[in-house]
């Protein structure tokens, strides 16, 4: 995605790639499983998908709202449809002005202060004191 002159970078929350060494220590165990048989074989699925998983998952931030990406599927939400952010445990939930709510995979509470910045100031940051969030 290019960025015309003027607009604010896009904000892209991921896995570290770090994960992607798990991939291939499970890719690595896979290979004495899988030529024992043909049907063992199809255990090489499981690090494909950690692969798409890892490589894909995540939330990308811009002026305009977030687009959600999951490993399978990807869905838009404009700053006017978010009402505002849930946090349980470590999981950031997006609800919307309908009472839907969206999970935000990899986005975790210490990344509220930069969704707040690339919101424009639509999303309060919870980092910043009283007298400022007024």
């Known amino acids: 995605m290019t960025a015309a002159a ?6 892209r929350i991921r896995l570290p790639r ?8 499970a890719a690595i165990g896979t290979v004495p499983l899988a030529f024992l048989s043909p049907w063992l074989a199809l255990l090489w ?3 494909v998908l950690g692969l798409v998983a890892a490589l894909r998952s995540g ?12 490993p399978l599927s990807s869905r838009a939400l404009g700053w006017d449809d978010i009402r505002g952010l849930r946090i349980r ?10 009472g839907s709510a969206v999970r935000l995979p990899v986005v975790r509470p210490r990344h509220l202060p930069l969704l707040a910045a690339a919101s424009g100031g639509r999303l ?4 910043a004191p009283a007298s400022e969030a007024q």
């Open 6 to 11: 003027g607009d604010d970078p896009l904000l």
């Open 89 to 98: 445990r470590n999981t950031v939930w997006a609800v919307g002005t309908d």
């Open 124 to 127: 309060p940051d919870p980092t």
């Open 45 to 47: 699925v499981v690090p």
């Open 59 to 70: 939330v990308d931030a811009d002026r305009a709202g977030l687009r959600v990406r999951g």
């Open 18 to 25: 770090q994960v992607l060494l798990g991939v291939g220590a």
